[in-house]
């Protein structure tokens, strides 16, 4: 497992990388973010010494199971299942319509679990992210022949 600045570091890359995705990629924004709230959980489980984390599951068993972890499990758990669920049940929309993406992702589970983690680190909580902007229009397809 990487150290707490390395997971630190690509926390802050992943939410870079949010800040660009247009709205209109739900399934994206979701993983996106998912992937930012284990970066910051992992900060903190390598921050408290623990180093038998080596899967999803292991993970989720930590956080689950550990009385310190216990306000980042629910919100954690939820993002995670939402994430796979716009990757494998297609229809992204359908379970985070873009322009409910600020309140149902980010403020609903991605900054609960950051403001949570960064908490029990002694450290400041991130700003919030924009991520609502125009949809890019659907690439024109050329007239039939």
Do not use: C
Not at 21 to 40: E, K, M, N, R
Not at 74 to 92: C, E, F, G, I, N
Not at 97 to 120: C, H, T
């Amino acid at each position: 497992m990487a150290n707490t600045q390395q997971h630190l570091d690509q926390w802050e890359h992943n939410r870079r990388l949010l800040s660009t995705l247009p709205a209109g990629y739900p399934d994206w924004i979701v993983t996106v973010s998912f992937y930012i709230a284990l970066h910051a959980v992992d900060a903190l489980l390598v921050y408290d010494g623990v180093t038998r984390i080596n899967s999803h599951a292991s993970r989720n068993d930590v956080l689950m199971t550990t009385r310190r972890y216990q306000h980042i499990w629910d919100r954690y758990q939820q993002l995670h299942d939402l994430s796979r669920k716009v990757r494998y049940l297609a229809d992204p929309a359908r379970w985070v319509p873009p322009a409910r993406i600020e309140q149902d992702v980010l403020k609903r589970y991605l900054y609960p679990v950051e403001e949570s983690a960064f908490r029990l680190m002694g450290r400041p909580a991130a700003p919030p992210l924009s991520v609502q902007r125009p949809v890019p229009p659907a690439p024109s397809s050329p007239p039939p022949t």
